[in-house]
């Protein structure tokens, strides 16, 4: 499961239009096609469940403050579904510039990110494009 | 148009502005972020008027109820006060009844006015000003005072007083009540996990009370640790409460039974136990009350085993300093 998402992650496979894409669809935006505020509402906690249980990164991610955290997490997924938000690369490069990350943390979160999307049954040419919008910010995050 | 009032100040809202917006070209310093209503930073409660549904939405039913909204997607639709401060309240008790408990623990009942829901806490303040916050565990619907149970420490500035000097008929002042951690009763059919170490009982005994007060239907397992078997106390109440009511299930967890035998007493480590009795928590309400150590692991555990973090309300208990 995880080669052939490695694939979109990495970039190795261009992220190619359905076929059966039919017009209304390519007029919604993806925060829209994939179910809104709603589907940030089911992938939080399955995400932050799998971030808490994955050993290479659980320990950014578990604090004191789990309301808080998922607050984050639910930011950070409305950001990479398309969805309305006002951060700006430097606000990514600011908040994560201190905790010392490398491109395997990064991965971790895509990876993570990648499996709540397969397992909410999400399209794989959707979770491309998420996955995408994830990677966008990759220089940003590590402070490149 | 609607108005905002802020620190007494009374603010037009223009059309379409949020009470973020309007508050910040007011020129006030308001924590914000995201302004997507997803990051919870612009957090207020209304003291006066009903934040619109828009403005509640992915709060906690108990943060709803409290008037909490997010200033960022509040679009008011009549006046608002609003406040970025828990809104406080003292007002004066008079000592009812004192009962000493095992396990050190005072269980003091006071005569107040207040108005609060049980789990909630409040602040108790001695004439010189010395403050200690302290669960309720009365039920404002059922009885008469404010229960509260006080862990004596043997170097416990407030807490030794209490146990020595604070006499039934003494006044007391009491402020609050303060927390969100206490019974929702949206989904009755819903079960419940409590779990307490210590003194986080007494919270717990005024949540189970109040769920079946309001005909909560489905089960109820409370559990709570101890170090000892001695250090149990209000034992014989959640005896006789389980004995009425057949939803509720009680097991007091200890380390070392020492031999005792009880049919629902159990050995072992508090989460342990909650984590092999229940391995699958989706769909429950949770309900940790008690160190900050134990009940920070223990919602963690929760979390991981199912329960949305939503429905798992805590009560952290911190050493005074």
Not at chain 1, 53 to 58: Q, Y
Not at chain 1, 102 to 131: K, P, R, W, Y
Request: aromatic share 8%; charged share 20%; net charge negative.
């Amino acid at each position: 499961m995880f080669a052939k998402l490695k694939a979109f992650f990495t970039g190795g496979e261009p992220a190619t239009e359905s076929t059966t894409t039919t017009e209304e669809t390519k007029m919604a935006s993806l925060f829209e096609r994939i179910g809104g505020e709603a589907a940030v509402d089911a992938a939080v906690e399955l995400f932050y469940r799998k971030v808490l249980a994955d050993n290479r990164i659980s320990h950014f991610f578990d604090s004191v403050d789990m309301a808080g955290q998922l607050q984050k997490q639910k930011t950070f997924l409305t950001m990479v579904f398309g969805g309305p938000n006002s951060y700006s690369g430097k606000d990514m490069r600011e908040a994560h510039k201190h905790m010392n990350l490398t491109e395997e943390h990064f991965n971790a979160v895509i990876e993570n990110l990648g499996a709540t999307l397969q397992e909410l049954g999400v399209a794989e040419s959707d979770i491309a494009e998420i996955a995408g919008i994830g990677m966008s910010v990759k220089d940003e995050v590590l402070n490149k | 148009m609607s108005t905002v009032t802020f620190e007494n100040d009374t603010i037009e809202v223009i059309e379409g502005d949020s009470v973020l917006e309007t508050l910040l070209d007011a020129g006030y310093d308001i924590p914000y972020s995201c302004q997507a209503g997803s990051c919870h930073c612009c957090m207020m409660q209304a003291t006066a008027g009903t934040p619109p549904p828009d403005a509640q939405r992915g709060l906690k039913e108990t943060q709803k109820q409290q008037g909490f909204f997010l200033a960022c997607q509040c679009r008011p639709e009549e006046d608002l006060a609003v406040t970025l401060e828990v809104s406080r309240n003292t007002q004066s008790a008079i000592v009812a009844k004192k009962q000493l408990e095992p396990g050190n623990v005072l269980r003091l009942w006071l005569k107040c006015d207040l108005n609060y829901r049980a789990g909630q806490f409040v602040n108790l303040i001695r004439k010189d000003g010395l403050t200690r916050s302290y669960s309720l565990a009365s039920v404002a619907e059922i009885d008469d005072s404010l229960e509260l149970h006080i862990r004596i420490f043997a170097d416990g500035q407030f807490s030794q007083w209490a146990s020595n000097s604070l006499k039934v008929g003494d006044e007391i002042d009491v402020e609050g009540p303060f927390g969100e951690c206490y019974y929702v009763s949206t989904n009755p059919q819903q079960p419940l996990l409590l779990a307490g170490t210590g003194t986080g009982l007494s919270p717990l005994y005024g949540i189970i009370r109040d769920a079946i007060r309001q005909q909560h239907q489905g089960p109820i397992y409370l559990y709570t640790g101890a170090r000892s078997v001695q250090s149990l106390y209000l034992q014989d109440e959640l005896k006789k409460l389980v004995s009425e009511h057949s939803l509720l299930t009680y097991h007091p967890v200890v380390q070392d039974t020492e031999g005792h035998t009880d049919d629902v007493l159990l050995e072992g480590d508090l989460s342990e136990v909650v984590q092999k009795r229940h391995p699958d928590l989706s769909g429950f309400a949770v309900y940790l009350c008690g160190s900050e150590q134990r009940v920070t692991q223990l919602r963690k555990q929760c979390f991981l085993a199912g329960a949305s973090m939503r429905d798992i309300h805590v009560d952290l208990f911190t050493p005074a300093s």
